[in-house]
């Protein structure tokens, strides 16, 4: 009985490590000024397969993790885009981006660099 007890922690151990090594964590960039754009920048990155998510306000850097079976880092850049934060790699809608909270109103990338053009 004690065998097959241990056999059995055993198999449990060997699938949660399993299931962990499917799992990638990336880092990115995505805009945003506050509290509340980290609490939608979060909700927004929260797909079928994402296990973890962080925005840094100070530095605008995003932590995920997630199963790349399940979801891609397109699609999570892509849903953050969607509620109005340009990632590294989408900009944001200029309608979803315009009705932002005024103090969520952060500077676009591409605003900087149509200003360092001039």
């Not at 506050?34 to 909700?43: A, L, N, Q, T, Y």
């Amino acid at each position: 009985m004690k065998l097959r007890s241990i056999f059995s922690i055993i198999i449990v151990m060997a699938m949660g490590l399993t299931v962990s090594a499917q799992e990638k964590t990336d880092t990115f960039k995505v805009y945003g000024n506050c509290g509340m754009c980290k609490s939608r920048i979060e909700k927004a990155s929260k797909l079928d397969g994402v296990s973890a998510a962080s925005w840094n306000k100070e530095s605008k850097m995003f932590s995920v993790t997630y199963d790349p079976a399940k979801v891609s880092n397109e699609s999570i850049q892509k849903s953050i885009a969607a509620v109005g934060h340009d990632t590294e790699l989408f900009e944001a809608p200029d309608k979803v981006y315009k009705k932002l909270h005024a103090c969520c109103l952060y500077e676009r990338k591409r605003d900087v660099q149509k200003t360092q053009e001039h």
